[in-house]
């Protein structure tokens, strides 16, 4: 492997790793801020012990994932000098808006909840915790706007052989960054809802302060049937600003070959990009592929042979992780109206068996948002910024295989150990229970 395909392992593999954390603290903090919302109102102490309970399990989350963060910006600079170099005033600008605004919102006040426990009134303390909700979701929304800005860049010009930014408004409130930040964040919304529900039927099946643990599985199952239904509709979204935008990327996502109008969508399929072709193809339902580009039964969808073979992304892990996400979202949806059917009948104690298929749900939307970042980023090779910049001319000049390697194994290394002991933490204090406040 060379330094440019080093590079882009390196940055999957520290970016990927850091999404393990990320989902979790979106969508945690903000079930927690409902419990507390709940203590609040209701004075029923049995909302305070889970909103220290799930809130400790947020901390040890939050604290390894800011850690597992720090490392990406760097690799922008080390790795990928000459991208940083001909986008960075484009690029930085809400980078740097959520290391000085968000991420300062949210360490702040997340300071004020820890330490603020019988030193502040109960309406503050509340206050502090939606503040700490609020500054999450807000970080994740500027860097995904800069992300979304590589998928389809809008607001700049090239000059001087850089692009260089003209119009921030469209940057900021780019169709595409909406869709993206919602996509990712609602993904993070189902991952800590099947959290919620996984723990909680750990201890149910165990018998273990089952009103305690009954109540946290409803807001679980609550609040993932609400985020799975909205991430399926903002996924829908998100499908036809790609299939307009990166034709190239939709056309892999549906291993489509050859332009077809009222395009069918196959059931099965197994791409041959050898012989630019699907090897099989079964159970075809007519035109559904066009109408999920384009809401239109009968439009027309570009093949991948409308593009030169350089220019498509990898069609086989493209093809296969986007089949991957959309079979997950529709089990999410599934699980958690069948856990609120169960719970609304007053029978989730009554079924273990459903019980330990929560349990073990917890790791799926985790691979569902790691494949849902491979379809988003494999899918839009060859461009590091799409139709703009390709990835092969975005590395450092000066970078060797050795240095890549070096910090490669440093990277694995340390994001091992970090991975280790949050898994540890986690699992133990999971495990423990509450603690009666």
Avoid: C
């Amino acid at each position: 492997m060379d330094a440019i395909a080093l590079s882009r392992l390196q940055f999957a593999l520290t970016a990927g790793f850091h999404w393990l954390f990320v989902p979790l603290t979106l969508g945690l903090i903000i079930l927690v801020a409902i419990m507390e919302t709940m203590y609040v109102r209701t004075g029923d102490r049995v909302y305070l012990n889970m909103t220290k309970f799930w809130g400790k399990l947020f901390l040890i989350n939050f604290a390894v994932g800011v850690v597992t963060g720090i490392t990406l910006e760097f690799q922008f600079g080390m790795n990928w000098a000459e991208y940083s170099k001909y986008v960075g005033d484009i690029f930085g600008a809400p980078l740097a808006i959520e290391a000085t605004v968000a991420f300062f919102l949210e360490s702040t006040f997340l300071g004020i909840w820890i330490f603020g426990w019988k030193k502040i009134g109960k309406k503050t303390h509340l206050f502090s915790v939606w503040m700490v909700a609020l500054g999450s979701n807000l970080s994740a929304l500027w860097i995904l706007i800069a992300n979304a800005w590589m998928q389809h860049p809008v607001g700049y010009v090239l000059k001087d052989g850089r692009a260089e930014m003209v119009d921030f408004a469209a940057l900021i409130f780019s169709s595409h960054a909406w869709a993206k930040f919602f996509h990712a964040v609602s993904s993070g919304w189902v991952v800590a809802s099947f959290f919620v529900m996984g723990v909680s039927a750990y201890h149910l099946l165990r018998k273990n302060e089952t009103d305690f643990f009954k109540r946290s599985l409803k807001f679980g199952a609550v609040f993932g049937l609400a985020a799975s239904l909205f991430l399926a509709l903002i996924g829908d979204t998100s499908g036809v600003q790609v299939a307009e935008t990166q034709p190239s990327k939709f056309a892999a996502m549906e291993s489509l070959w050859e332009t077809q109008s009222g395009a069918p969508e196959y059931m099965l399929a197994i791409p041959d990009s050898k012989n630019e072709r699907n090897t099989i193809e079964i159970l075809p339902i007519p035109k559904l592929a066009s109408f999920l580009a384009f809401h239109d039964w009968n439009a027309e969808v570009k093949g991948l042979k409308e593009f030169a073979p350089d220019m498509r992304p990898p069609v086989g892990l493209t093809f296969f992780s986007f089949r991957a996400m959309v079979g997950l979202g529709t089990y999410f949806i599934l699980a958690a109206a069948l856990a609120l059917f169960f719970i609304r009948k007053g029978t989730i104690q009554d079924k273990p068996w459903f019980l330990k298929v929560l349990l073990f749900s917890i790791p799926l939307p985790y691979i569902a948002g790691e494949v849902g970042w491979i379809v988003a980023e494999v899918g839009r090779q060859p461009w590091i910024v799409y139709g703009l910049m390709k990835t092969s001319d975005a590395v450092s000049k000066n970078l060797t295989v050795a240095h890549v390697v070096l910090s490669l194994v440093g990277f694995v290394a340390f994001y091992g150990l970090l991975g280790i002991i949050d898994f540890m933490l986690l699992a133990k204090y999971a495990k423990k229970g509450p603690e009666k406040a």
